[in-house]
């Protein structure tokens, strides 16, 4: 198994994350962002789109982080997706969620304020005001159960967890910090081995 990407990649390490869950061995070629190796033709024949990662298993090509994580998980035979329909349709929704409705909001402030990548405050106080939104909703989850989707840990918690690490070094903390099962969460996955192994400095 072969992972074209940044170990410091919020979508890179969800697989990374993911593959170390599963206790499957793995190679990580990396591709250097500040080269633009991610444009150059030999990435973008992995990822059409010039964004990471890319995966290769056995001559097998694919791109975009949660189809990754779930063909990962298949490929495993893992438990980070459950089989009883309602349990896999939870995970699917949450995994959705932190796409559609988290992560964007997020990397406003990842980039703002650990990549100098300058935004408008304007930006920042609606992506502020949709993580709270988002957090909220996520509060009501986790105040009734441990992990994101259910009773077990899962793909929905992986895909949220890069976000947090660093969401957690800026202003977005404070949003994070208001709601205390949120936190509690938090506290629990990231000392989980497989994050601590993918979240170590290089």
Known sequence: M???GDARS??????????CELNMPYELAHVDFALGEHKQPAHMARQPFGQ???LEDDGFMLYESHAMCRYLNDRAGGSLIPRESRSRAATDQWMSI???NFSAHAMKFVYHYLLHVEHAQRD???AGAALDKTLGILARQLDKQPFVAGAAFSLADICFIPY?????LTPAKD?????PSVLSWWSKVRERPSWRKVSAPA
């Open 10 to 19: 919020t979508n890179t390490r969800k697989v990374l994350m993911t593959l």
């Open 164 to 168: 947090f690490e660093y969401g957690m």
């Open 2 to 4: 072969k992972i074209f």
């Open 52 to 54: 990471i990662p890319a």
């Open 124 to 126: 920042l106080e609606q």
């Open 175 to 179: 949003s994070m910090a208001r709601h």
């Open 98 to 100: 932190e796409a559609a």
